[in-house]
């Protein structure tokens, strides 16, 4: 087993050992994936130090032979019940469990299997020990951004007036598949006209309109690990109000990455970011948090958000995300991901955010 997965179960332990439990079981796949390299879609995870041991059915029995590090593989025909089969026929009192990741019928399913044992509720309290990322995990990261970067800025050649939204999203998607991404961090958006004020708007097949912000954002998966971000664009020169609305967003987002450094709130963070917003008259069209962290999944902890007081460290990788979204007529976010470092931040998304005119 290698330092890495060495490490990432040492802490776990210490997880364990300060909450009380003697073993845990683990359902949430990239939970598992992250102590186990198992990056199979189902499978059940038992920590009883010093057993790891994951639970597969047959469909998943080679897949995981073949990636998994330090833990050993069995196959049966229902996971859940060997899972806790094996806990009781071991010596142990209390076992904890991700109650923010099972249904309420599986947690009585094994509150039943379990009768006699004390099963606690972790919620998801597990996924902090995922916020600050290893170098493995910073290459992953960085290796996806390499294959998004690459697939857009050739996707940026190859556009065309009167192009459709539906289109340039299928042309990048196609490109990053074929440089090699497992798959995407989510549905690419491509929002132009009045549609780009919707913050989570889905690609369409209409074209992109003259005089229009266009709402690029986009991500993949490399080696598990998601890539996140966000440039918006203009048909053509854009107008004087969108002009100014875009500097505001640009300042905003430069002003939080600048404030990012070890010691300091998340919620900090997005009080830069929202307070000049807001300085600029245009604060309650900031409808949505400033960031959140990207890793094996593509929003987890941290949140850069007024409500989210954890404090950051060095290692962690999260988004500096602003946007004003003026309904029914423009919107613009501009978004990058950072690594937080010993003295700062690094900035880990490659392409500039000066204001960019597609179409001359």
Not at 122 to 127: A, E, G, I, Q, V
Not at 148 to 156: N, Q
Not at 190 to 204: D, E, F, K, L, M
Not at 214 to 239: K, L, M, N, Q, R
Request: glycine share 8%; proline share 5%; with cysteine.
């Amino acid at each position: 087993m290698s330092d890495t997965f060495i490490h990432r179960y040492a802490n776990l332990e210490i997880f364990l050992a300060q909450k009380g439990i003697d073993a845990i079981l683990i359902a949430h796949p990239p939970n598992i994936r992250y102590l186990s390299n198992f990056s199979g879609g189902e499978g059940i995870l038992v920590v009883l130090p010093p057993e790891r041991i994951l639970f597969v059915d047959p469909r998943y029995t080679l897949r995981a032979q073949e990636e998994c590090r330090g833990v050993s593989v069995i196959e049966v025909l229902d996971t859940l019940e060997g899972a806790t089969s094996f806990l009781k026929s071991k010596e142990c009192r209390y076992v904890g469990l991700e109650t923010s990741h099972i249904t309420v019928d599986t947690f009585h399913r094994i509150k039943r299997s379990l009768k006699g044992l004390h099963v606690r509720s972790l919620k998801n309290s597990l996924d902090h020990l995922r916020m600050v990322k290893d170098l493995e995990e910073i290459k992953s990261i960085e290796k996806a951004i390499d294959i998004h970067t690459h697939a857009l800025d050739e996707t940026l050649a190859w556009l065309y007036p009167g192009v459709t939204e539906r289109d340039w999203a299928i042309e990048f998607e196609y490109r990053v598949k074929l440089y090699g991404a497992e798959a995407l961090s989510f549905e690419t958006i491509v929002a132009s006209g009045y549609r780009s004020a919707i913050p989570h708007a889905t690609s369409s097949p209409v074209p992109l309109p003259p005089n229009s912000p266009v709402v690029f954002d986009h991500g993949v998966i490399a080696e598990g690990y998601c890539s996140d971000e966000t440039a918006t664009f203009f048909t053509t020169p854009p107008s004087h109000e969108l002009r100014e609305i875009y500097q505001v967003v640009r300042e905003a987002h430069d002003q939080a990455i600048e404030a990012v450094r070890p010691g300091i709130a998340a919620s900090a963070i997005d009080g830069v970011a929202r307070g000049w917003i807001e300085n600029a008259g245009y604060g309650k069209h900031f409808t949505h948090g400033t960031g959140h962290g990207v890793g094996l999944e593509i929003h987890e902890f941290p949140f850069i958000s007024s409500k989210d007081k954890t404090i950051l460290r060095s290692g962690m990788v999260f988004t500096i995300e602003p946007g004003i979204y003026l309904n029914g007529k423009a919107g613009i976010r501009i978004e990058d991901m950072v690594l937080v470092t010993d003295t700062g931040c690094r900035l880990l998304t490659k392409r500039s955010k000066s204001l960019t005119v597609l179409f001359e």
